[in-house]
């Protein structure tokens, strides 16, 4: 049995353990300060991090300053095993901390019809004003949740299902908590410059305001009734954040593993399921045992535990976050999440404002028009040749690629004409997968040889594929070469390949041994490439591969006759061999075809 992805392997125990130990203090130095909307738990862990990478601090515990895939790097397996399984935790714990006794039935339908023009047209636009300055639409999605729903905590929540990379999780909650402390600066004197009374000013705080301290914090600022207004209203926001994680789940299925049908079931993360189960057991449970004392208990030892596990996957994206890569990438973020918070804080005013001058007819064009506008908005930003072109402008700078803009960007050149070598080694130097993308690769069930198991993500009409190889700790090939061309880079762990030459009939010659560094691009051409890799020390490897067109033959597979350990070879040794058809999956000639995986095992 092989271990479940969520149990921690020895390996991530050094990683996690700093990203905890980064996280608690955050926890500890927010409860030592004074209370203020200012200052969260997320927002200071994200800072102690940072400040940990980018000053000596780094050195001291032997830190890297990482690549996109956080390699080479000790810590490496622990970060990535807090930014997948400990974010997912803490979701599903989140479901536990919604409160569905605040709501009266008169704010409450005020609240629903405010959202859901609000709610829908904030998303449009964010990903039109993403598409017209060419931000991904990951990083859109984070900044559109976070501006529509609860703050960070919806940036971490969205960020597995969105596929975005770490910094722009990291990157969005920064913009998200800015915009959050200018509320407070700015919403009392527009409420009171336009009249609203305390009431519903402190609506409108729990409807625009990101984060749920500071939204609170401003509807208090109005007086009367105003914080707890607010929080009635926010809190019907965090109740949105199941059914927008369906909707966004549906929306962005297309990311996995190629020509595997899927129902609506199928593409719902499991942390998802466990949100939505561990939330209505809340509902059911305030209305049964609310003022039972262990109840009580279990309600504080679960808001501590998602305290400490978004504390630390802030921590670990702060860890990530150089400074480079922050100031690179927040001033177009910064305008999205601006006009994104501007939006949403000016519709539900303006529907609010039509409200309470008795308006409804006034309120509902407003809501109307916005979501019109919202619409063509996104329309306009997100036709598939509009999308096109800015991934092509994005891969022509040098940005990093998911394996789904890999997959489409290669259609679209395959379409074109045929894939030359210089476009497939630039895609394979950019290719970097991004949150959640790798898990289909880590449980597949599909054998690639002894200790090593693949998926194939994408598959050309000329060929061509893009395929995943995971290798357990210590596994290592036998002596082969491929039925087609390769070109491969690891993405985790450490490879090391052994080449050989022929120098005889039966006999071959090793005459490289080498560790392959991160992001160096490893080729072979075909049945004259021989060589051996295997994963070294104790941590897990996967690579991923471009694998030319079938040459319509098995591969090669070389047997030392005697049979000898190849590990212990040095450049220079002889050894005799026969040959055999390599018959693992993947090299008999049959194409990347076999690597298709079922629905099962690409479970989240």
Request: hydrophobic share 50%; net charge positive; proline share 6%.
């Amino acid at each position: 049995m092989r271990r479940p992805q969520w149990v921690p392997a020895l390996p991530d125990l050094r990683g996690l353990g700093l990203a905890l130990a980064v996280g608690s203090a955050s926890l500890a130095l927010t409860r030592a300060l004074p209370p203020s909307p200012l200052l969260s738990d997320v927002l200071v862990a994200l800072v102690l991090g940072a400040v940990i990478l980018n000053t000596p601090l780094r050195r001291a515990i032997r830190l890297a300053l990482p690549g996109p895939d956080r390699e080479p790097d000790e810590y490496a397996p622990g970060l990535r095993y807090t930014g997948k399984w400990v974010l997912r935790l803490a979701i599903v714990l989140m479901g536990f901390k919604v409160q569905t006794g605040l709501f009266a039935r008169g704010e409450l339908v005020l609240v629903a019809g405010v959202t859901l023009a609000a709610l829908p047209s904030t998303f449009f636009l964010a990903h039109g004003l993403g598409a017209t300055l060419n931000v991904r639409r990951p990083m859109a999605d984070l900044l559109a949740a976070g501006t529509m729903i609860c703050g960070a905590s919806a940036v971490n929540a969205v960020a597995p299902v969105a596929r975005a990379h770490r910094d722009e999780q990291a990157t969005a909650i920064a913009v998200i908590s800015l915009f959050s402390i200018t509320a407070l600066l700015v919403f009392r004197p527009i409420a009171m410059a336009v009249g609203l009374d305390p009431s519903v000013a402190g609506l409108w705080s729990g409807l625009a305001v990101n984060d749920l301290s500071s939204a609170i914090a401003v509807g208090t600022q109005m007086g009367g009734t105003g914080g707890v207004m607010a929080a009635a209203a926010k809190s019907f926001r965090v109740l949105l954040l199941a059914p927008a994680l369906v909707v966004l789940s549906l929306l962005r299925r297309d990311a996995g593993p190629v020509n595997v049908r899927k129902s609506a079931f199928d593409t719902l993360p499991g942390f998802l399921v466990g949100y939505v189960a561990l939330a209505v057991t809340r509902a059911v449970a305030d209305r049964l045992v609310l003022h039972h004392p262990t109840y009580g208990a279990v309600l504080t030892a679960d808001r501590l535990l998602v305290d400490l596990c978004m504390a630390t996957v802030s921590a670990g994206m702060g860890l990530h976050l150089s400074l480079g890569q922050l100031l690179a990438s927040s001033p177009r973020a910064l305008l999205v999440g601006g006009g994104a918070s501007v939006w949403m804080a000016s519709v539900t005013l303006a529907m609010l404002a039509g409200e309470a001058r008795g308006s409804h007819a006034t309120a509902t064009l407003i809501g109307g028009v916005a979501l019109a506008v919202g619409w063509a908005s996104y329309r306009g930003g997100n036709r598939a040749e509009v999308q096109e072109r800015l991934l092509a402008r994005r891969f022509e700078s040098g940005a990093p690629l998911s394996l789904g803009e890999a997959r489409q960007l290669l259609d679209r050149v395959e379409r074109a004409g045929p894939l030359d070598d210089p476009f497939l080694r630039r895609v394979m130097t950019q290719l970097h997968p991004t949150i959640g993308e790798l898990i289909p690769i880590r449980d597949s069930p599909l054998p690639h040889g002894e200790g090593c198991r693949w998926i194939t993500y994408w598959e050309g009409k000329s060929g061509w594929a893009l395929v995943a190889i995971a290798r357990d700790p210590g596994a290592a090939t036998p002596i082969h070469a491929h039925p087609h061309r390769m070109l491969g880079k690891a993405i985790e762990g450490v490879l090391e390949e052994l080449r050989f030459q022929e120098v005889g009939a039966g006999e071959i010659e090793l005459f490289s041994r080498a560790v392959l560094g991160h992001e160096e691009l490893v080729e072979a051409d075909g049945l004259s490439a021989l060589h051996v890799v295997r994963a070294v020390g104790r941590r897990a490897a996967i690579d991923l591969q471009l694998r030319g067109p079938e040459m319509g033959r098995p591969g090669r597979l070389l047997v030392a006759r005697p049979p000898v350990d190849v590990l212990t070879l040095a450049v220079g040794d002889r050894l005799q061999v026969t040959e055999e058809s390599d018959s693992r999956p993947g090299h008999g000639g049959e194409g990347a075809g076999v690597g298709r995986v079922s629905v099962a095992s690409q479970s989240l």
